[in-house]
């Protein structure tokens, strides 16, 4: 692997919540460095206030850090304004929440072109690309139902149709089960595990120990710092005989 396969570069992040110097002030992050590599399925863990979230908002570019430097693939993005930053976050990365985030007045189809608004792409384009990630998903038939009609492990896999419609080099994903019941929850990490599978970077928060272990690394956090940086060498092992067979079919 070359540097090249670095997608996230993240050099000694802190953050300060709060008026610097007050009672109020809060050290969430104390020097976090890590690489995210292109193709990694990393979960990062932690208990509650540990700083998960601050490290997923500036990594989704909704926040910056107060010290330290954030690279997105090769790019420093730390000092960038909110214009560019908003657009950084539009072009490279999708988002999955624990609340599914869905319009309720817009229909699943509706939802899903809602990313691509605010990039000139032509209706029928818009349309064809929804069309192409519901059935990704597999909820076609639901196409034209409202967020409210549908389950939520249906929903979440609307918001993750949604998230993919920008074709973003990684899936951000803050507690993506932590609202639905374990079998569904089961159905939305396959889910994830087959578009990581596919090539995408997939970084998620969860403080769900079954997720921790199904993931290919894990990272914890402790009141702002990392603690553990583990990989999990029964999904690697299988990642490695999964790229072997992969080469092997591409030789013939
Ligand atoms: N906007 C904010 N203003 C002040 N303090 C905050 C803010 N967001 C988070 N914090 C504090 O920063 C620490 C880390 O929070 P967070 O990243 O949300 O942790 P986690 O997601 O692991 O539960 C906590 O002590 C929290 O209270
Ligand atoms: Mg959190």
């Known amino acids: 692997m070359n540097s090249d396969d670095v997608v996230i570069r993240l050099v000694d992040l802190h953050k300060v919540y709060g008026k610097p110097g007050t009672s109020v002030e809060v050290h969430a992050l104390r020097g976090v460095s890590m690489d995210i590599r292109r193709g990694e399925y990393l979960a990062?863990?932690?208990?509650?206030?540990?700083?998960?979230?601050?490290?997923?908002?500036?990594?989704?570019?909704?926040?910056?850090?107060?010290?330290?430097?954030?690279?997105?693939?090769?790019?420093?993005?730390?000092?960038?304004?909110?214009?560019?930053?908003?657009?950084?976050?539009?072009?490279?990365?999708?988002?999955?929440?624990?609340?599914f985030n869905?319009?309720?007045?817009?229909?699943?189809?509706?939802?899903?072109?809602?990313?691509?608004?605010?990039?000139?792409?032509?209706?029928?384009?818009?349309?064809?690309?929804?069309?192409?990630?519901?059935?990704?998903?597999?909820?076609?038939?639901?196409?034209?139902?409202?967020?409210?009609?549908?389950?939520?492990?249906?929903?979440?896999?609307?918001?993750?149709?949604?998230?993919?419609?920008?074709?973003?080099?990684?899936?951000?994903?803050?507690?993506?089960?932590?609202?639905?019941?374990?079998?569904t929850g089961q159905m939305i990490l396959s889910l994830l595990e087959e578009l990581n599978a596919g090539g995408t970077t997939v970084v998620l928060v969860t403080h769900d120990p079954h997720i921790a272990r199904r993931v290919k690394r894990c990272v914890e956090l402790s009141d702002g710092r990392i603690v553990q940086d583990r990989l999990n060498s029964a999904q690697v092992r299988q990642d490695a005989a999964h790229a072997h067979a992969l080469q092997a079919s591409e030789a013939h």
Request: hydrophobic share 40%; with cysteine.
């Open 44 to 99: 990062i863990i932690g208990s509650s206030g540990s700083g998960k979230s601050t490290v997923m908002n500036i990594l989704g570019c909704l926040d910056r850090p107060t010290r330290g430097r954030y690279e997105l693939y090769g790019e420093d993005v730390t000092h960038l304004d909110d214009d560019r930053l908003s657009d950084v976050r539009g072009r490279r990365i999708g988002f999955v929440f624990q609340s």
């Open 102 to 183: 869905l319009i309720p007045a817009l229909t699943v189809l509706e939802n899903l072109e809602t990313p691509l608004f605010y990039q000139n792409i032509p209706a029928r384009a818009r349309a064809a690309k929804a069309r192409e990630m519901i059935e990704r998903v597999g909820l076609a038939d639901r196409a034209e139902h409202r967020p409210v009609e549908l389950s939520g492990g249906q929903q979440q896999r609307v918001a993750i149709a949604r998230a993919l419609m920008t074709d973003p080099v990684m899936l951000l994903a803050d507690e993506p089960t932590g609202n639905l019941d374990s079998r």
